[in-house]
């Protein structure tokens, strides 16, 4: 006996289609699942005794990949919201103790149970806005104990959750207080403890840094990815948020898989993307939740021919928010892209920033079943409809994970 099931009632289908080099648009369709995959997708299936899963003629896409989270932190910081309202800057807040230390700083005195549940709540949480594969990131530990406690937390959800989740390594996120004046102290510990433990437990995918004005240089950012790189760890590299000191280019010579936020790219930056063939993942919520508004040149990506993708950035300071529908609306109207150009992004873009596209990001023959059913009638609608809950029904390898029930 096989799992089959079958989706029926498919008003409007949009996904990439690898055979067609494409996004493609079909019309009343059906989807026909077997043992967690999508075996066919036609017009009219022929499986008699299939359950039956209803899109009641609406709209049906992929789940989203989201490929640069935060997910595991304390604390959150309503307070910096309220100082940046009042006029400071992301720098001055981190200057005056607030920011990725304050998070840090909580962190290390959270009790581990009680942050293992509020972890789990935020994955839990990512399907309600149709997200069903993730990167996720450590980084709010700063020590050798609370980055490798973080990076458990998610090897232990990635065995047990349903969602997919790449791990990351963060340890390069800021400078710990106690090594404000000693970068090249806290460069060590990284590459000759965190690193080495890190690759020994497989506890990530890969590593990132954050390449900027203010905490780390191009050249201290090399230091670490190369460890990084020696022990096996893919590369990935925070570059360009609020100005272009190296990362693109860093992420061009390492051979890094992606380089993300990128607000502040140059000419050259962009350049460097093309040549080194990375990935750029754009942040816009970010952008929009710090109160700015310079946004990454997507439009500019775009006519280069890069395979721009697109993440929420979830963090409790710069970006609080889950919802890659609100990403892709702040995308088509603050970064000018258009909704097919945003839902790819989303999806099979971001899948290949996970270097997962022949496994999710798709809905096509052989690909894991990750989809969505909307309560909206097109594509246009995920956009449109700003902050409604449009999201109506997720199927997670090809089992229903999450549905409104209002």
């Known amino acids: 006996m096989t799992a089959k099931k079958i989706i029926k009632n498919v008003g409007q289908l949009a996904s990439w289609s690898t055979e067609k080099n494409n996004m493609v648009v079909l019309e009343n369709v059906e989807i ?3 043992n967690e995959r999508i075996q066919k997708i036609d017009s009219q299936i022929n499986c008699p005794d299939c359950p039956v899963i209803d899109a009641h003629n609406k709209l049906v896409t992929p789940g989203f990949v989201d490929p640069h989270t935060h997910p595991v932190f304390y604390n959150t ?33 959270a009790p581990q149970n009680e942050l293992k549940k509020l972890v789990k709540l935020r994955l ?13 990131k ?15 937390i998610l090897k232990q959800f990635k065995e047990i959750h349903p969602l997919d989740i790449k791990t990351t390594f963060l340890g390069a996120h800021e400078y710990p207080e106690k090594y404000r004046n000693d970068h090249q102290g806290y460069i060590d510990l990284i590459t000759n403890k965190m690193i080495p433990e890190v690759a020994e437990m497989n506890l990530a995918d890969y590593a990132d840094v954050f390449c900027e004005e203010g905490v780390f240089s191009a050249k201290e950012s090399k230091k670490v990815l190369q460890a990084a790189k020696d022990h096996g760890l893919g590369i990935r590299l925070h570059s360009d948020e609020f100005k272009p000191i190296g990362g693109t280019q860093l992420a061009r010579d390492i051979k890094a898989i992606s380089a993300d936020h990128l607000t502040a790219i140059t000419e050259d930056g962009i350049s460097a993307l093309k040549e080194g063939n990375v990935i750029p993942i754009l942040l816009p919520a970010t952008t929009y939740f710090l109160g700015s508004d310079k946004y990454a040149p997507a439009r500019r990506m775009l006519e280069q021919a890069l395979d721009v993708a697109l993440a929420t950035d979830f963090n409790p300071g710069s970006s609080m928010t889950q919802s890659m529908p609100f990403v892709i609306n702040v995308a088509c109207l603050n970064m000018k892209m258009t909704p097919k150009e945003a839902l790819k992004a989303a999806t099979y873009n971001s899948a290949r920033a996970l270097e997962m596209e022949n496994l999710v990001g798709s809905i096509e023959p052989n690909k894991q079943a990750d989809i969505v ?11 449109y409809f700003l902050a409604a809950q449009t999201v109506e029904k997720v199927v997670k390898k090809g089992e229903l994970v999450w549905e409104n029930r209002n």
């Open 373 to 383: 059913i909307w309560n909206c009638e097109n594509y246009q609608g995920i956009p």
């Open 138 to 152: 450590s980084g709010y530990g700063l020590s050798v104990e609370s980055e490798i406690e973080s990076l458990k």
């Open 124 to 136: 839990d949480e990512f399907f309600r806005f149709g997200t069903t594969t993730i990167e996720a």
């Open 77 to 109: 910081r309503e307070m910096e919201f309220e100082m940046r309202l009042q006029g400071k800057t992301y720098q001055e807040i981190a200057k005056a103790g607030g920011g990725i230390l304050a998070s840090a700083r909580k962190l290390r005195e």
């Open 32 to 34: 026909l699942i077997e």
